[in-house]
């Protein structure tokens, strides 16, 4: 049966008070088109993530890994405090360990090339940025850490690849020597 053959089921969902007065704001503000397309973004964000254990809130797992939200500049003053010359190593370790968890946890192979759009799409739905590839370079558009060297080391273990950074502020560029 071919999914226009099936027929749709309709779903009540009964919200209270606060949560629809919420979610009209939301349309009100022009944030949301409606209650219809805001379900389906939460669920599309939900199945995109792959956040299946909520245990509860501030402990998710996506498979074997645990996942925070943490505002950016944690993150950058996390970095700060790594000297210049360990960057790209520290960079390196946890591109490592994000390959581990892709492959462990959603079964991606990202040194294979022609599985990079899907970790492309998967850093995205994680906050990393926008990772394209054109021709031999790696491009970021609003990528989540600035630092082009951590991120170099990073990409470069993630993907098995050897890079040379071509720009130092965004769009972060790339190119793949090997």
């Known amino acids: 049966m071919s999914p226009k053959d099936?027929?749709?089921?309709?779903?009540?969902?009964?919200?209270?008070?606060?949560?629809?007065?919420y979610i009209d704001s939301l349309i009100k503000q022009g944030r949301e088109p409606g209650i219809k397309p805001l379900i389906s973004k939460m669920l599309d964000v939900y199945r995109s993530m792959?956040?299946?254990d909520w245990k509860y809130p501030g402990e998710y797992y996506i498979g074997i890994s645990r996942v925070?939200?943490?505002?950016?500049?944690f993150i950058d003053i996390l970095l700060k405090y790594i000297?210049?010359?360990?960057?790209?190593?520290?960079?390196?370790?946890?591109?490592a360990m994000a390959k581990?968890?892709?492959e462990a946890s959603i079964d991606i192979e990202t040194t294979n090339r022609e599985r990079w759009p899907d970790v492309f799409k998967r850093l995205r739905v994680q906050g990393?940025?926008?990772?394209?590839?054109?021709?031999?370079?790696?491009?970021i558009r609003t990528p989540l850490?600035?630092?082009s060297k951590f991120l170099?080391?990073?990409?470069?273990?993630?993907?098995?690849?050897?890079?040379?950074?071509?720009?130092?502020?965004?769009?972060?560029?790339?190119?793949?020597?090997?």
């Open 6 to 21: 099936q027929s749709v089921k309709r779903t009540t969902i009964i919200l209270d008070e606060e949560e629809r007065e």
């Open 83 to 95: 000297p210049d010359e360990k960057l790209k190593d520290v960079g390196q370790k946890i591109g």
């Open 152 to 178: 170099c080391g990073f990409i470069e273990s993630l993907l098995g690849i050897s890079l040379e950074i071509r720009t130092l502020t965004p769009p972060l560029v790339f190119e793949i020597v090997s």
């Open 68 to 73: 925070a939200f943490l505002n950016v500049e």
């Open 145 to 147: 850490v600035t630092n």
């Open 100 to 102: 581990v968890s892709l």
């Open 50 to 52: 792959r956040i299946y």
């Open 128 to 139: 990393f940025g926008d990772f394209y590839l054109k021709n031999k370079f790696v491009i």
